[in-house]
């Protein structure tokens, strides 16, 4: 070696750095769930022949494990193929969405809104803001990651940080939403259906209320800002500044780039009529929605039932709420001049969906396998039977809800499905010793909205990562998994940390709920 020389130091790999280097050896996630298929297969034909005596909740059934590798396992594998594939949730959602966002965006819509912003948005108020955003935009359902991840990421692109950063916030901001929110969901009503169904097992005449968790949730906003907040500018941005360089940036939409907020007079003009074209969208809607006798409400009035034709609508009314403005916009600036650059606009974004429509194919068999097997069932009621044979004192079993659900949470990711099966055996189980269906359904959902983040499970991954491959091409699963694992760890403990505080301080969940259900079995027994 040269006198006077040094290596210099290797730097240091850390737990995330090993989070990352590992999951970014896992094969492709289409092929990740292509495999896990297969294992769901055999898996299936080595537990039908296993007997585990547990009963379905709903159908009073003994579950037995399907074997898909029969003739009439494959040959329902096989016929249900293309409808699986046609009726994957995210699916239709993703596409419709960006057909809307493809017109906004080609126009230049998007862009001079985001000039806009970023010239009123102070650089120390871009990180909770993205973060406050995501928790508003939990409102448009699955359909809100279409829209939040590319937009978060410019938004910090253009001022400085960390692109991946802002997908990151983003992301943990719209989980948190889930649980930590302003305004109802589409998921309050469905989740307080399973709730009531599974306390009925114990009290027909128990009624839950669709927002029993609304006080909790609204309280719980400021400790998803604040955790999101500190993770995102001291954990995740600076170690992604170290390891995960720039090398690539979407094209910029619009003639030509110019500085926040310094727009020509034809944009300007063209932004003005496109925002009015909004607002009259906006003053339209709910001149039709607020009547108490209005078509867009279910038939108990109500605007957000899943049988409401308001929560029907959400993404077709997306798809116009960009497309109108979007059109005014480009027509106005001269960005659109025929009908070809229309279509020319949302061709060119669809095509970043190739990829995800690919995985939506081997996604959709594979969450037929699961189903159909009922694996799904057994993984869910051995676990709740589980943590009812421990018999731990309240709060402990409250913290053991949510860790089993986090644990359910890295294989089956929809909340509705894991609520259907878990609450008519958790709801009742707890209300035997003392525990209302109201503080059950808070448990469950602290975890089911922290861990969504972390798991390649997700439906919505392969989009998400699509994203990030905007700017740093060589990131992959391990980089969106690494990224995100301490926004679960920091909800999971700020979320319960909150309900915990709720009652100890004795603060009311929401509407008619509280913590305690007077018991019906000696708890000893």
């Not at 969901?185 to 306390?199: M, Y």
């Not at 909205?449 to 740093?472: D, E, G, H, K, W």
């Amino acid at each position: 070696m040269t006198v006077g020389t040094s290596v210099p130091p290797k730097p240091t790999s850390t737990w995330l750095d090993k989070i990352e280097n590992l999951g970014n050896r896992i094969p492709d996630i289409t092929m990740l769930f292509f495999f896990a298929t297969l294992i769901c297969i055999g898996l299936s034909w080595a537990l039908s022949h296993i007997q585990f005596g547990y009963v379905h909740p709903l159908t009073q059934e003994p579950i037995r494990v399907v074997n898909l590798l029969s003739a009439d396992g494959m040959m329902g594998l096989f016929s249900s193929m293309v409808k699986n594939f046609v009726n994957f949730p995210p699916l239709g959602i993703v596409i419709v969405a960006t057909l809307g966002i493809g017109i906004a965006e080609g126009s230049g819509y998007i862009t001079t809104a985001l000039k806009k912003l970023l010239s009123v948005v102070p650089l120390s108020a871009v990180t909770p803001s993205v973060i406050f955003i995501g928790i508003l935009a939990h409102v448009a359902s699955d359909s809100a990651y279409v829209i939040l991840m590319p937009v978060s990421a410019y938004i910090f692109y253009k001022t400085g940080k960390h692109p991946l950063a802002g997908i990151a916030a983003g992301f943990a901001g719209l989980a948190g939403g889930f649980t930590a929110s302003y305004t109802p969901s589409i998921i309050d009503p469905i989740l307080a259906g399973f709730t009531e169904t599974g306390a009925h097992v114990l009290d027909p005449s128990y009624s839950v209320n669709v927002l029993c968790n609304y006080f909790y949730s609204v309280a719980s906003t400021f400790a998803v800002i604040a955790t999101c907040w500190y993770i995102t500018d001291k954990i995740v941005e600076p170690r992604l500044a170290k390891t995960m360089p720039i090398d690539t940036t979407p094209e910029e939409s619009g003639p030509e780039e110019s500085s926040p907020g310094m727009l020509t007079s034809a944009e300007t003009k063209a932004f003005r009529l496109a925002n009015l074209t909004l607002l009259g969208l906006i003053v339209l809607c709910i001149a039709l929605m607020a009547p108490a006798d209005s078509m867009f409400r279910a038939a108990d009035g109500s605007l957000t039932h899943p049988d409401a034709p308001a929560m029907k609508l959400i993404v077709p009314l997306l798809l116009v709420f960009f497309a109108l403005p979007g059109l005014v916009y480009g027509y106005v600036s001269k960005t659109f001049t025929s009908a070809k650059d229309i279509t020319k606009s949302m061709e060119s974004i669809t095509g970043s969906l190739i990829s995800f429509i690919v995985f939506a194919f081997f996604c959709a068999q594979f969450l037929y396998c699961f189903g159909q097997s009922n694996i799904g069932s057994l993984v869910a009621l051995s676990g709740a039977e589980g943590l009812k044979a421990l018999n731990m004192p309240g709060q402990l079993t409250i913290l053991g809800v949510i860790l089993l659900t986090a644990c359910l949470n890295l294989i089956i990711t929809s909340a509705s499905s894991k609520w259907a099966i878990l609450a008519p055996v958790l709801v009742p189980m707890l209300m035997a010793v003392g525990l209302s269906p109201e503080l059950t359904q808070a448990a469950f959902r602290i975890s089911d909205s922290a861990i969504n983040v972390s798991t390649p499970m997700f439906a919505f991954y392969p989009l998400i990562i699509s994203y990030m491959q905007r700017y740093c091409t060589q990131s992959g699963i391990g980089t969106l998994v690494a990224m995100m694992v301490p926004y679960s760890v920091g909800l999971l403990i700020a979320l319960t940390a909150m309900l915990y505080l709720f009652w100890g301080l004795d603060i009311p969940l929401g509407f008619n709920s509280g913590y305690t259900y007077p018991s019906t079995l000696d708890v000893g027994q």
